[in-house]
T-cell receptor, first 111, second 116 residues
Framework: SQQGEEDPQALSIQEGENATMNCSYK?????LQWYRQNSGRGLVHLIL?????REKHSGRLRVTLDTSKKSSSLLITASRAADTASYFC???????????FGQGTRLTINP | EAGVVQSPRYKIIEKKQPVAFWCNPI?????LYWYRQNLGQGPELLIR????????DSQLPKDRFSAERLKGVDSTLKIQPAELGDSAVYLC????FGAGRAEKLFFGSGTQLSVL
C-alpha cells in the first residue's frame, strides 16, 4: 500500500520557470522525504523534513510541511533541463521504521 | 565513497524460471531494503534487514520470493518460479540506521527484470 499521493502526476514547464509538486498523506508521520529518480536510475535523496518543521531549503529546493492538512510541497526554482525526472515523496509513519513512497510526479523541463 | 551496488543491471527470463538479484550496500550501513517498482509507480517495500535479521518482510510474497543477508553485509533476493507479473525494477537501498531515525536512504541503480 502507498501512503502518499503526489499531485500533479505529470508536469511540463519551460526552463527557468518554477515547478511545484504536492504530496498528501493519510496518517501521522515521523518525517517526510523527497527523492528524485532519473529515467532508468535509482532514487536520489533530495531533502528531509521532520514533523515538527514547517519549511526547509536546499539550494533551489524549498519544501513545506503542513501536518494539519497532511500535505507537503516541493518547489524547484529556476528550473533547468537537468531537473527532468520523477519526484517522489516518502513518509515515515510514527512508530515505524518503514519509508513509504507515493506514486511520483513526472517533471519535464522544456528547453 | 562507493554507493549501493546492484547486479545484474538487466535480466530477461522466461516464466517459471528462477532469478536472483544481488546487492552490496554502502560500507557500515546496518539497514538494507529491497523495494519493487512497477512501471509508473513508486517503490514498494518488500523486505527490510537490520544487520542480518529480516525485521519487516510483511510485503514479501513468501511462496515464491526469498531473501538473505549473510553476515549483515551483501544481500540476495530470489524469485522461484518467476511469473509474468514479477516484471519490474528491483531496487536495493541502505541506510546507517532505520528510516524512523530520520535517515535518508541510498539507492542502487536497480535490476530491471522482464519475465516473458
Amino acid at each position: 500500500s502507498q501512503q502518499g499521493e503526489e499531485d500533479p502526476q505529470a508536469l511540463s514547464i519551460q526552463e527557468g520557470e518554477n515547478a511545484t509538486m504536492n504530496c498528501s498523506y493519510k496518517t501521522s508521520i515521523n518525517n517526510l522525504q523527497w527523492y528524485r529518480q532519473n529515467s532508468g536510475r535509482g532514487l536520489v535523496h533530495l531533502i528531509l523534513i521532520r514533523s515538527n518543521e514547517r519549511e526547509k531549503h536546499s539550494g533551489r529546493l524549498r519544501v513545506t510541511l503542513d501536518t494539519s492538512k497532511k500535505s507537503s510541497s516541493l518547489l524547484i526554482t529556476a528550473s533547468r533541463a537537468a531537473d527532468t525526472a520523477s519526484y517522489f515523496c516518502a513518509t515515515v509513519l510514527q512508530g515505524a521504521q518503514k519509508l513509504v513512497f507515493g506514486q511520483g510526479t513526472r517533471l519535464t523541463i522544456n528547453p | 565513497e562507493a554507493g549501493v551496488v546492484q547486479s545484474p543491471r538487466y535480466k530477461i527470463i522466461e516464466k517459471k524460471q528462477p532469478v536472483a538479484f544481488w546487492c552490496n550496500p554502502i560500507s557500515g550501513h546496518n539497514t538494507l531494503y529491497w523495494y519493487r517498482q512497477n512501471l509508473g509507480q513508486g517503490p514498494e517495500l518488500l523486505i527490510r534487514y537490520e544487520n542480518e535479521e529480516a525485521v519487516d518482510d510483511s510485503q514479501l510474497p513468501k511462496d515464491r520470493f526469498s531473501a538473505e543477508r549473510l553476515k549483515g553485509v551483501d544481500s540476495t533476493l530470489k524469485i522461484q518460479p518467476a511469473e509474468l507479473g514479477d516484471s519490474a525494477v528491483y531496487l536495493c537501498a541502505s541506510s546507517l540506521f532505520g528510516a524512523g531515525r530520520a535517515e535518508k536512504l541510498f539507492f542502487g541503480s536497480g535490476t530491471q527484470l522482464s519475465v516473458l
